[in-house]
């Protein structure tokens, strides 16, 4: 093994060491506990850049990169150093400090750049633009001016900074729900997930695609991001579907939606769901329990829209031959899963989220002790360390990065500004701010990972909806529904973009099937504003109309974006299908009623007209 990969390792270890070391035994002071965080995440990124380089023969590169890596644990690292004599001036800034925040805030772009792309990267530069030149705007938009030091202190310094509840987030919750996703991993958990899928659907028509579905969505409670979830099932699940008769495009759709709806799927959810928590101040289990129904409509949906392409393209079952035993994968490592019931109970006892992992990290680190196959030889303890420090990356990246925005935001109070601008332009009518917000969201999260998309418009948009009464919760809910869309959405899908490195097909021809099988996941967040219900707010008794009505009516919206419900679909009948399952989610007996008419009138029709008289499919 090469020197810099090893060293990568060494630091990945210290990662994982640091965050257990602090979850058992207290975290430090926030700006320590964030600075040491970002620090290891720094010199891990110049790290691989470097290991890259070399491996090009371009050892001027290597030092360069070493280099970066030394100024970033610097600049991240100073405030730990320090962090007496900085918080005794209570956020003034020395001379010397202004260079320091200066090389921080390059480096921690360029970092961030050589991580997740270029857009996050504009985004802040736009914002720190803002701050230093929204003096020479005009009208409501423009701010009295800052200088240079002024700026820096509140990116640097302040606590809506570099080091703010984002990046906290990513130093307390989000490492550790890592470390025991990885652990679960490295486990085999989700080559029994994904056995026990395919098993349970194999013998149906399309069964791969429905294994996909099924699996991604058990496979986003170890990993709770849209692309680690394509990169983990879709190498199983997309050659299965492409076998079996789907179109590659059609395999990879399936895949990425499946998986961008694992960050929906309690009880581990995706990145966002815990800086959600923080932000709105609600315990991770309401937001958990509040993304149940939702969770559950959207993946019904897919898995409709999924029998009903095989349906269409009249797919056969799969060979029996091919399809794995669920007992024998359950027996052989099925008792690692217990983990998850045990990081829900010690949430449902009252344990915070980062405790909780914490020992659900010691359970499953006890249970891999039973079977042979499961144990956590020392190669595979370094592969979960080295696998935790490449999925921490991105989050604590993006993180940081988003303080430099929530801090301009803060100083120039471009937040409210923005939140107003959103009540004018819709002319205070709740569906235009939501469509607004929905449209904010999936532009400002155009390559950006769940996580950094969600703090945007969190900051930026949804005080915009609260102010027109929607409830805290179902708009940070909405909001959150639409920045995970990003990764499925053209000209930026990056779900899309990893299913089309497994399925060689055209990403963008990807994104946009994607789009038809996963349209539920554009429509619910509307419906669940307007009736929280599907949020699972009220008494059991009240939930039961409201889900069951969603229900069908997200089985008919599938019908009408796949063309196909009790046979081909022409416009008319396509059309008439849409409205009925628009008014089975709309909240009202009136609505529900006349959208069960309409179903079963599209039903009647399809199976009692003779087949002259069918309407060709459009699609």
């Known amino acids: 093994m090469k020197i810099l990969p090893a060293i990568a390792i060494g630091v990945s270890v210290a990662l994982v060491l640091f965050s257990l070391y602090t979850a058992a035994f207290g975290v430090l002071p926030d700006v320590m506990q964030r600075g040491i965080h970002l620090s290891l995440a720094m010199i891990l990124v110049y790290l691989h850049a470097a290991s890259a380089s070399q491996k090009n023969g371009n050892r ?16 991240a690292g100073y405030q730990v150093v320090f962090y007496d004599a900085v918080a005794s001036r209570y956020g003034a800034m020395t001379d010397a400090e202004i260079i320091i925040a200066t090389v921080a805030v390059i480096v921690l772009l360029d970092a961030t750049r050589r991580t997740i792309g270029w857009s996050m990267v504009v985004l802040a530069l736009v914002f720190l633009a803002y701050a230093f030149w929204g003096n020479l705007l005009w009208g409501d938009i423009a701010h009295r001016g800052y200088d240079l030091k002024r700026v820096l202190a509140q990116v640097f310094l302040g606590a809506d900074g570099i080091f703010g509840t984002p990046l906290g987030v990513s130093a307390t919750f989000v490492v550790l729900i890592v470390i025991l996703g990885a652990l679960l991993e490295g486990t085999g958990a989700s080559g029994v997930l994904m056995d026990i899928a395919v098993a349970m659907t194999g013998r149906s028509r399309g069964g791969p695609a429905k294994a996909a579905v099924v699996g991604s969505s058990l ?89 009903l392409e095989a349906v269409k393209s009249g797919l056969k079952p799969m060979d029996p031959s091919e399809l794995p035993s669920a007992k024998k994968s359950f027996i052989s490592g099925g008792h690692v899963l217990l983990a998850i019931p045990a990081f829900v109970g010690f949430l449902m006892v009252g344990y915070s989220v980062m405790f909780s992992s914490l020992w659900a990290i010691y359970v499953l680190v006890a249970l891999s002790c039973l079977r042979r196959g499961t144990w956590l030889t020392p190669r595979r303890l370094l592969s979960v360390c080295k696998s935790t ?7 604590a990246l993006a993180t940081a990065t988003a303080g430099i925005i929530i801090a301009v935001v803060t100083l120039t109070g471009i937040g409210l500004k923005f939140s107003s601008l959103i009540v004018t332009l819709s002319g205070g009518s709740l569906f235009l701010a939501l469509v607004l917000t929905m449209l904010s969201s999936l532009i400002l999260g155009m390559g950006l990972p769940t996580a950094a998309a969600y703090i945007l418009v969190a900051t930026l948009a949804a005080p915009a909806l609260v102010n027109l009464g ?81 229900a069908l009516g997200v089985i008919a919206l599938a019908g009408a974006a796949q063309g196909w419900f009790a046979g081909a679909l022409g416009w008319i009948l396509r059309i008439t299908l849409f409205a009925g399952a628009m008014m089975l989610i709309f909240p009202g007996m009136i609505t529900n009623t006349a959208g069960l008419v309409a179903l079963a009138a599209v039903y009647a029709v399809q199976k009692f007209a003779k087949p002259s008289q069918s309407v060709t499919s459009p699609s």
């Open 60 to 75: 001027l590169g290597v030092f360069v990169l070493l280099g970066l890596a030394i100024l970033g644990l610097c600049a």
């Open 219 to 307: 496979m986003g409670m170890i990993s709770g991001t849209a692309v680690a979830n394509v990169l983990t099932t879709g190498t199983i699940s997309i050659p299965l579907m492409k076998r079996s008769g789907y179109k590659a495009h059609v395999a990879g759709a399936i895949e990425a939606v499946a998986s961008t709806g694992g960050q929906l799927m309690p009880p581990i959810m995706g990145a966002a769901a815990f800086l959600m928590a923080d932000i709105i101040e609600t315990p991770y289990t309401e937001i958990a329990r509040a993304a149940i129904i939702p969770a559950a409509l959207f993946y019904l949906a897919v898995f409709s829209a999924v029998h």
């Open 389 to 395: 420090g490449d999925a921490v990356l991105p989050v």
């Open 470 to 550: 929607v409830d805290l919760l179902a708009a940070h809910m909405f909001v959150f529904y639409s920045a995970l869309l990003s990764a499925i959405t053209p000209p930026v899908a990056l779900a899309a973009f990893a299913a089309a490195a497994i399925s060689g097909e055209n990403p963008m021809r990807i994104a946009v099937v994607s789009v038809k099988f996963g349209i539920v996941a554009f429509v619910i967040p509307y419906f669940f504003v307007m009736d929280i219900r599907l949020l699972g707010m009220g008494e059991f008794s009240t939930l039961i109309v409201p889900v069951g009505s969603a």
